[in-house]
């Protein structure tokens, strides 16, 4: 499996009249033919521009540290990946459907 390009693609500063300046760091995630934009948004006020880099990468490592901790349960080992691949789920090109999958967790 290929490594993930993951690049600061940009950062926007906006005043929030209930919570006062706010910045937004969007980092663009690309691998292969996939790519998709994850914003992360801070408070202005709790960093200054040089810090503001440095802290938005950390919020991204936490989400991505946590979906891995809540997809943990869906990990297949070596042996159930190779005997799910064998299994013949879809007799007569009959396809799955994504709510199905989502049920079974």
């Known amino acids: 499996m290929s ?3 993951i690049v ?3 950062i926007e500063a906006f005043e929030d009249g209930v919570q006062g300046k ?3 760091a969007v980092f663009q995630i690309e691998r292969g033919p996939i790519g998709f934009n994850i914003p992360i948004y801070l408070h202005g006020r709790d960093f200054d521009e ?3 880099v440095r802290a938005a990468k950390n919020s991204l490592f936490r989400i991505f540290a946590k979906l891995a901790n809540q997809s ?3 990990e ?3 042996d159930e990946l190779e005997r799910l691949s064998k299994m013949n789920v879809r007799p007569g090109g009959k396809t799955i459907e994504a709510s199905t999958i989502e049920s079974r967790g």
Do not use: T
């Open 72 to 74: 943990k349960i869906w």
């Open 8 to 10: 600061l693609a940009r």
């Open 3 to 5: 490594d993930f390009n």
């Open 76 to 78: 297949l080992s070596p």
């Open 22 to 24: 706010q910045v937004c």
């Open 50 to 52: 040089a810090e503001v």
